[in-house]
């Protein structure tokens, strides 16, 4: 995801990269897919030259952002997963903790979130986010099958919740707003499709 002209070698220049994807990501935010290069190496205090050392387009810009998202929101949830199954807390607790950081991933910028989920959906970027979908749904599968839930398949059903709650997280949620309560909206799909044992 994210296909910049040139690597970046030396700290100067990942740091002029940083520099720029940062600037990408608040203009984006603010402006939609109607953001220009030119406002973009504005915001970052570099010439579109210097951009355009970096990438081909706007489109090239808005994909790395959503490779560095995608690959922040991984780290950060590997994190959970790791500290999830060594713990092995009830499913509840589980669940409530990963939604709860799904949604501190998102709530800063929900219109830069929406965008991203839209283009990273594309056809070339698809091997990147299925890769990172499955593990999401491999940690779910594990923890409904470590607390008996999920009924007859859990992989599916860890399959079914991890597609309905990144639909509320990228389609729902950034129209309406990340209240407070997001985090219990999403517990709410999670009990739909593996509720609590009677």
């Known amino acids: 995801m994210g296909t910049s002209r040139r690597k970046p070698r030396q700290a100067r220049s990942r740091e002029t990269l940083d520099i720029l994807l940062e600037a990408a990501a608040q203009v984006f935010s603010r402006e ?3 953001a220009t290069t030119n406002r973009i190496a504005e915001r970052a205090g570099v ?3 210097t951009l355009y050392q970096y990438f081909p387009d706007k489109h090239a810009m ?3 952002v959503a490779g560095r998202h995608v690959r922040a929101a ?3 949830l590997t994190e959970v997963f790791d500290r999830l199954r060594r713990d092995q807390p009830p499913f509840d607790d589980a ?3 990963v939604l709860e950081l799904v949604v ?3 709530r800063d910028r929900p219109r830069l979130h929406a965008l991203l989920h839209r283009v990273a959906t594309a056809a070339a970027d698809l091997a990147e986010l299925a890769a990172f979908e499955d593990r999401i749904v ?3 599968a594990y923890h409904l099958k470590r607390c008996h839930r999920g009924g007859e398949d859990p992989e599916l059903t860890a399959r079914t919740i991890v597609h309905a709650v990144d639909a509320q997280v990228h389609r729902v949620l950034p129209r309406h707003g990340y209240g ?3 985090a219990a909206q999403l517990k709410l799909i999670v009990d739909r499709f593996a509720p609590p044992p009677p």
């Open 32 to 34: 939609g897919i109607s």
């Open 47 to 49: 010439s579109v030259g």
């Open 74 to 76: 991984e780290d950060r």
């Open 180 to 182: 407070p309560d997001a």
């Open 104 to 106: 501190e991933l998102h």
């Open 62 to 64: 808005l994909r790395a």
């Open 138 to 140: 491999a940690e779910v």
């Open 95 to 97: 669940m409530a903790e």
